[in-house]
């Protein structure tokens, strides 16, 4: 055989060889050929329950709201609330999967009864169907493992972890502050003018409770009769419950006051953090972060 012949096959052959040690090592090490991978939305969300500390509720709120298991994923985005800018930012940038803390359809249960021939309804349940995306999601199971994803986000969004007490993971020993420097704080941290307040803007606060987004009045009272709490940042309440509560106790001459900061503000972060979570286990398409924003403005 002409040795130019014979080498070439030589090193066709060793090539083969190389590839073949390439392709068996790179499933013995799970690396994965995106080309060839096909995930559906189950199988996304059966990495998410088995990362999670709390079992999966069978009554739970945290279902597929656009799509089915079935659905093919393209990419992930994660959101405080799937509104219909989010919608079409994550369909833009090639992310078909949605995962949404709070309801896609106006109401806790994401009920369409009520919307059916609504033409905002109809025009937003359309385009999620004509571009093939799934909407997940990811409320109660998100707060109820350990430790609190939310909880994560905000607190690390705020910077207090430095400040966060042993007894209570939302109650902060901060540095001595007006009223009215605690809610400026907040106003220039979140940029946005629509923080309301309840209480003496001059008086002095060092104790803070912290409740996100919208538990109720009940919970949000509870907080209130700590001793440790003075000032209490929530999401948003019924006026006429929490907000009346504490004007009750500052004509009563008690040290509290109540910072109201909007309940997108209270806990997108811990949506911004559960992108970071899901890249630690899902390396199969991409995963990002799709910002909703506060819808609340006010006046100059």
């Known amino acids: 055989m002409n040795r130019i012949v014979a ?35 189950d199988h996304i969300l059966s990495k998410i329950k088995n990362h999670l500390t709390c079992e999966w509720a069978d009554e739970t709120v945290d279902t597929y709201k656009s799509g089915s298991g079935d659905t093919e994923v393209t990419g992930i985005a994660t959101t405080f609330l799937a509104t219909f800018d989010v919608i079409k930012r994550a369909e833009q940038a090639g992310l078909n999967m949605i995962i949404t803390h709070e309801p896609t359809y106006y109401n806790h249960f994401d009920a369409s009864e009520f919307f059916e021939g609504d033409d905002v309804f109809e025009e937003k349940r359309t385009f999620l169907e004509e571009h093939d995306m799934v909407v997940l999601r990811f409320h109660d199971h998100w707060h109820r493992t350990s430790p609190d994803g939310i909880q994560v986000g905000m607190v690390n969004r705020l910077g207090w972890k430095t400040y966060q007490s042993e007894d209570h993971p939302m109650v902060f020993k901060m540095p001595s502050q007006t009223v009215e420097e605690l809610a400026k704080a907040l106003r220039d941290k979140f940029q946005t003018s629509a923080i309301s307040v309840v209480g003496d803007p001059n008086m002095e606060v060092s104790e803070i409770g912290f ?23 929530i999401g948003e309440t019924h006026q006429w419950e929490t907000v009346e509560y504490v004007r009750d106790a500052v004509s009563q001459g008690k040290t509290k006051a109540l910072i109201l900061l909007g309940h997108a503000n209270s806990e997108e972060a811990g949506m911004e953090y559960c992108a970071e979570w899901l890249k630690t286990f899902i390396d199969e398409v991409p995963v990002q972060f799709v910002e909703a924003g506060d819808p609340l403005w006010a006046p100059e």
């Open 211 to 233: 409740s996100m987004g919208a538990p109720g009045s009940q919970a949000q009272i509870r907080m209130l009769r700590r001793d440790d709490v003075e000032a209490l940042i």
């Open 7 to 41: 080498g070439g096959l030589c090193s066709l052959f060793l090539a083969g060889s190389f590839l073949a040690f390439r392709s068996a090592s790179q499933r013995d090490n799970g690396t994965k050929n995106p080309a060839s991978l096909t995930v559906h939305a």
